[in-house]
């Protein structure tokens, strides 16, 4: 949890959510910079609870993912974007933002959203846990476009470089 990750936008962002909102799930630990974090959970309206998971092995990572309801990473900057590829690879459904490598990875299989737009992400929060039609139309092209990085994928790709570069 550091500011780079923008944690204290979604927790703004849920905060302004309509009605009474499933709980938000936090995994991370935190590192520097997370003062902005702690003050927006303390401005949280009573009936949002928030969980932070601060020691979650890698192992138990697949199984958070694959009974969320949704995955929210409304990172600043990301060189690659692993977390919305295995939210999406476990079948959940990904609001990401339109930043640095993540639209890349997440294509259109997923939602995409300013990164500084706190309403704009307030807005896809809604709509994902209101729909479960959304829900399962972005799980499918989640499922879908994970596949396209997958080790096999990977290495046929490799393999087809290493083929083109030796018949020169």
């Known amino acids: 949890?550091?500011?780079?990750?923008?944690?204290?936008?979604?927790?703004?962002?849920?905060?302004?959510?309509?009605?009474?909102?499933?709980?938000?799930?936090?995994?991370?630990?935190?590192?520097?910079?997370?003062g902005e974090f702690e003050h927006a959970i303390?401005?949280?309206?009573?009936?949002?609870?928030v969980l932070i998971l601060s020691d979650v092995q890698d192992n138990e990572l697949p199984v958070l993912y694959r009974h969320a309801m949704l995955f929210v990473y409304p990172s600043f900057a990301e060189g690659f974007g692993m977390p919305?590829?295995?939210?999406?690879?476990?079948?959940?459904?990904?609001i990401t933002t339109q930043s640095t490598a993540l639209p890349e990875v997440v294509g259109d299989a997923g939602v995409l959203v300013e990164p500084k737009n706190v309403e704009q992400l307030t807005?896809?929060?809604?709509?994902?846990?209101?729909?479960q039609q959304?829900?399962?139309?972005?799980?499918?092209?989640?499922?879908?476009?994970?596949?396209?990085?997958?080790?096999?994928?990977?290495?046929?790709?490799?393999?087809?470089?290493?083929?083109?570069?030796?018949?020169?």
Do not use: C
């Open 1 to 34: 949890i550091e500011p780079r990750k923008n944690h204290a936008g979604l927790i703004i962002a849920y905060g302004q959510l309509p009605g009474d909102p499933p709980p938000l799930v936090i995994v991370g630990q935190r590192d520097f910079g997370y």
């Open 123 to 131: 807005q896809a929060l809604a709509q994902l846990i209101d729909s």
């Open 42 to 49: 303390a401005a949280l309206p009573a009936n949002r609870h």
């Open 134 to 168: 959304l829900r399962d139309h972005f799980k499918h092209k989640g499922l879908e476009r994970a596949q396209l990085f997958s080790w096999q994928n990977s290495a046929q790709i490799l393999a087809r470089q290493f083929r083109a570069f030796l018949d020169n």
């Open 84 to 94: 919305p590829l295995e939210a999406m690879a476990s079948g959940t459904p990904v």
